[in-house]
């Protein structure tokens, strides 16, 4: 299937809102297999920042527009335009199965195509989506003929709105049911929003971090990461997380993972989580992506990877001023630091959920761990619902990326019979 965005863009500049969009919905439709076609002006000068194997039509027609948005008399030239319009669409679109286009029906500025649209679509058998990206309004009753047109929509056409909330008011404004309105979020992406690693795009696409509820990044060193980090309290309470419903991805950035005693080490922490119920994907360590992070990886990896994180169990036996905590708070994660431990008080101060884990200061020992560690993780979670910036945050991460809006919203849309 080949699918068209038409376009009246002569530059993708993420100045320009819409230009992100379409953004995102040539990367989305090439990654699901289709065969991508941007429409622009003849003047597009931005080849570049397209998406690769997405083919360029610089043929869209330019015009001196007038915003005919209050329905004044129609321009001399506004006949020729369309015309004009009409043609080269046509003749560039014979390959076309679906055209994906924003507000050129709605906006008065872009009368003439519109008026092209219309008389292309009952001439072809191409499905048309209009996206309409602003509050449409019934037109007044006596509106006369071309103006109708912005408030008609083409045959072989669905009208598609951002948000359910008002989009009885999109049908009303087109005089549609709102059967016949689809709605498709803007999709905001981290991986396109940020300058990402090519590790942390690796790890993306590769485990369920957009998908969890709470994810954490345990940076550390293999050597250290059992008897000084105590590890494995942390996996039994994302283990516990999990078993209480939640999705769940503990990222650990190891370093110093080269010798083979250390790599035994990993395969025990695995085989551990594993036997507590957790799976691959839920469990990362970044030595095990490539033999070239054994070493570590940079601190960029280790920031942008907190970005996606929400969660920080910090059950260290000794800490003096530790960096991975003061990257978790400037993360906003929720903290679950070591009381046995004074020094995390210090910078965690009444900020923090604390527990005695055992530690420098103190050694605690609980008469039934597993049950100790399942409370802590009943508490994380109670102090995880009450937190509504976090639960924003992760909604948007889960709902709002390419991957689940092609999936719930763009791929019914495309294939539907209209």
């Given at each position: 299937?080949?699918?068209?965005?038409?376009?009246?863009?002569?530059?993708?500049?993420?100045?320009?809102?819409?230009?992100?969009?379409?953004?995102?919905?040539?990367?989305?439709?090439?990654?699901?297999?289709?065969?991508?076609?941007?429409?622009?002006?003849?003047?597009?000068?931005?080849?570049?920042?397209?998406?690769?194997?997405?083919?360029?039509?610089?043929?869209?027609?330019?015009?001196?527009?007038?915003?005919?948005?209050?329905?004044?008399?129609?321009?001399?030239?506004?006949?020729?335009?369309?015309?004009?319009?009409?043609?080269?669409?046509?003749?560039?679109?014979?390959?076309?199965?679906?055209?994906?286009?924003?507000?050129?029906?709605?906006?008065?500025?872009?009368?003439?195509?519109?008026?092209?649209?219309?008389?292309?679509?009952?001439?072809?058998?191409?499905?048309?989506?209009?996206?309409?990206?602003?509050?449409?309004?019934?037109?007044?009753?006596?509106?006369?003929?071309?103006?109708?047109?912005?408030?008609?929509?083409?045959?072989?056409?669905?009208?598609?709105?951002?948000?359910?909330?008002?989009?009885?008011?999109?049908?009303?404004?087109?005089?549609?049911?709102?059967?016949?309105?689809?709605?498709?979020?803007?999709?905001?992406?981290?991986?396109?929003?940020?300058?990402?690693?090519?590790?942390?795009?690796?790890?993306?696409?590769?485990?369920?971090?957009?998908?969890?509820?709470?994810?954490?990044?345990?940076?550390?060193?293999?050597?250290?990461?059992?008897?000084?980090?105590?590890?494995?309290?942390?996996?039994?309470?994302f283990a516990h997380l999990k078993q209480l419903g939640k999705k769940v991805c503990l990222i650990v950035p190891n370093a110093h993972a080269n010798d083979k005693r250390e790599k035994?080490?990993?395969?025990?922490?695995?085989?551990?989580?594993?036997?507590?119920?957790?799976?691959?994907?839920?469990?990362?360590?970044?030595?095990?992506?490539?033999?070239?992070?054994?070493?570590?990886?940079?601190?960029?990896?280790?920031?942008?990877?907190?970005?996606?994180?929400?969660?920080?169990?910090?059950?260290?036996?000794?800490?003096?001023?530790?960096?991975?905590?003061?990257?978790?708070?400037?993360?906003?994660?929720?903290?679950?630091?070591?009381?046995?431990?004074?020094?995390?008080?210090?910078?965690?101060?009444?900020?923090?959920?604390?527990?005695?884990?055992?530690?420098?200061?103190?050694?605690?020992?609980?008469?039934?761990?597993?049950?100790?560690?399942?409370?802590?993780?009943?508490?994380?979670?109670?102090?995880?619902?009450?937190?509504?910036?976090?639960?924003?945050?992760?909604?948007?991460?889960?709902?709002?990326?390419?991957?689940?809006?092609?999936?719930?919203?763009?791929?019914?849309?495309?294939?539907?019979?209209?």
């Open positions: 299937m080949k699918i068209g965005l038409l376009t009246t863009l002569y530059e993708l500049n993420s100045s320009y809102s819409l230009s992100s969009v379409i953004e995102s919905q040539m990367i989305t439709l090439k990654k699901y297999g289709y065969e991508v076609v941007l429409f622009v002006h003849d003047n597009f000068k931005d080849d570049a920042k397209v998406p690769e194997g997405v083919e360029i039509r610089k043929v869209v027609p330019r015009f001196l527009l007038i915003d005919y948005s209050d329905f004044q008399p129609a321009s001399n030239e506004l006949e020729e335009q369309a015309k004009k319009v009409y043609s080269v669409l046509k003749e560039n679109m014979k390959d076309i199965d679906v055209v994906f286009e924003h507000d050129m029906i709605f906006q008065g500025w872009f009368m003439p195509y519109c008026m092209a649209i219309h008389q292309l679509a009952m001439e072809s058998d191409i499905k048309w989506f209009h996206w309409t990206h602003s509050v449409p309004k019934p037109p007044p009753s006596d509106i006369t003929y071309p103006h109708t047109l912005r408030f008609k929509l083409p045959a072989n056409s669905r009208l598609v709105y951002l948000n359910n909330a008002s989009l009885v008011r999109a049908a009303e404004a087109y005089g549609l049911y709102p059967k016949d309105v689809r709605v498709v979020y803007n999709p905001v992406d981290p991986r396109l929003l940020w300058n990402l690693h090519p590790l942390v795009q690796s790890l993306l696409q590769k485990y369920p971090i957009l998908e969890a509820d709470l994810v954490q990044v345990y940076p550390l060193s293999t050597t250290r990461m059992v008897d000084g980090k105590q590890i494995k309290t942390v996996i039994e309470i035994q080490t990993i395969a025990q922490m695995r085989s551990y989580a594993f036997g507590l119920g957790l799976q691959e994907g839920e469990l990362v360590f970044t030595s095990l992506e490539d033999p070239v992070f054994e070493h570590g990886v940079s601190r960029d990896v280790v920031s942008q990877l907190f970005q996606f994180s929400n969660i920080f169990i910090f059950p260290s036996v000794s800490e003096n001023c530790p960096l991975i905590l003061l990257e978790a708070m400037l993360a906003k994660c929720i903290l679950v630091l070591n009381d046995d431990v004074h020094s995390m008080r210090e910078f965690g101060k009444e900020n923090a959920l604390y527990f005695k884990f055992s530690g420098i200061d103190g050694t605690t020992t609980h008469t039934n761990p597993s049950l100790f560690n399942k409370d802590v993780a009943k508490i994380i979670i109670a102090e995880y619902e009450s937190n509504r910036a976090l639960k924003a945050n992760t909604t948007l991460r889960q709902q709002f990326n390419l991957d689940e809006v092609y999936k719930k919203q763009i791929l019914p849309l495309i294939h539907e019979q209209i």
